[in-house]
């Protein structure tokens, strides 16, 4: 059986495309390319395929995502009838090495359940997990050791499937 691809309403499709190509210098077909990669991913979270954080290029598309707060509280509640908290690892708490091997599979993992992941290139993670680094204008502005989002057991996950502020 095939799973059904999440797909972002209208108006955060809109949103995002706006953010993306004036916030992030990318083109209207890069933005829509990076947005179809997101909508992988929250399939992936829905069906319990991913427990990582996106890559570099997926995770700015979901981050100016998650700050249309109400856009994204109600896509939330919508898609997973959960609202879905990000707590990424940064340099204080950076992953296990478990982690970053696993956290480098996200492709197969989702071409393996079905999920048509059309630019591969966009999940490769940074150097620090074991991937490669993708060049991008932006890409200096952040730290360091900040591009490797995954799940955490040591302390909170990085997702939080909680439903108390809804």
Known sequence: MAIERVSLPDMDRRYLVEMLVTHEAMTEEESTQVIYELENYYTGLREGILDCGP???????FHWH???TRAYAAFCKNTFNKFIHHTPHWIDSPPTNAEQVRCNNQVLLLKDHGVDVR??????????CGGHR??????????????CYVA?????????FDDDNL
Request: aromatic fraction near 4%.
């Open 119 to 128: 630019r591969k290139d966009l999940w490769k993670t940074s150097q620090r």
């Open 152 to 160: 955490n057991p040591r302390k909170r996950s990085i997702f939080d």
């Open 134 to 147: 993708k060049t991008h204008p932006n890409l200096h502005l952040r730290p360091p050791g900040t591009m």
């Open 55 to 61: 890559p570099a290029q997926i995770d700015t598309a």
């Open 66 to 68: 998650i700050l249309n």
